[in-house]
């Protein structure tokens, strides 16, 4: 089973930033959280992950909370492209760990 | 920098035929990984590749699938007989080394149709 629980479903006006959540109570010391966005019909696209700081990349920022307990992925200026499911994942640093999806999040940016 | 590549794209096979998927892992990567998509639902983790050696198999079917990853050539994913039941999109994934700081990254996947 999926160790992180996210939203079924959100919209997000276009040009506007989207501020996806994704809880993760469970997670031990060692473990990365992981963003990754299913555009319809393509394989997974790996966005960002973090293991306790704050980390940005051209695609995205990832805000970790200080118990890293949960985590919230925010795309600064959100097109009709980053219309996608994101899953969030958790994985152990230090070993051999296979990447367990969950449903993820359907988010739909509105023109 | 070319990324994971997968072939076919889209593979039409009738019920009993045999199914091969290739993969491609990114330059310099030695894991890989492979999954399926049923319509409509989540992916699902089949299987763990290093070169000529399976990590983890937990995922796969144990009758009528296999793979592989010889040490030359692409990892193949293997679907004897194959079933209605077999229909899915495969999506292979490679990473440099183990362990989770490493990001997987997907190839465009096969889509495989039974008829």
Redesign the interface.
Same mark, same amino acid.
């Given at each position: 089973d999926a160790k992180t629980t996210q939203p079924t479903s959100m919209d997000c006006a276009e040009g506007r930033a989207a501020n996806l959540p994704c809880n993760h109570s469970t997670i031990s010391g060692n473990e990365y959280v992981y963003w990754y966005r299913q555009i319809h019909s393509q394989g997974p696209q790996y966005i960002i992950h973090g293991l306790k700081n704050n980390e940005t990349n051209e695609m995205a920022s990832l805000i970790i909370t200080e118990d890293r307990k949960s985590s919230t992925l925010i795309l600064p200026h959100a097109t009709l492209r980053d219309t996608a499911v994101y899953y969030c994942i958790v994985r152990v640093s230090t070993s051999y760990d296979k990447v367990i999806f969950g449903p993820g999040t359907s988010l739909s940016v509105i023109p | 920098n070319a990324g994971?590549m997968?072939n076919p794209r889209h593979l039409v096979r009738r019920r009993g035929q045999e199914a091969r998927l290739r993969c491609s892992p990114m330059k310099g990567h030695s894991h890989v990984?492979w999954?399926r998509q049923l319509p409509e639902e989540?992916?699902? $983790?089949m299987v763990?590749l290093q070169k000529e050696n399976i990590?983890?198999e937990?995922?796969m079917p144990k009758e009528r699938f296999s793979a592989e990853f010889p040490k030359e050539g692409p990892s193949i994913l293997r679907i004897q007989q194959v079933v209605r039941g077999d229909s899915a999109a495969y $999506?292979c994934?490679s990473s440099p080394s183990? *362990?989770?700081?490493q990001?997987?990254? $997907? *190839?465009?996947?096969t889509r495989l149709s039974i008829l």
């Open positions: - | 994971v997968q990984y999954y989540g992916l699902k $983790f763990y990590i983890d937990s995922g $999506f994934a183990t *362990g989770g700081d990001p997987q990254h $997907f *190839g465009d996947g």
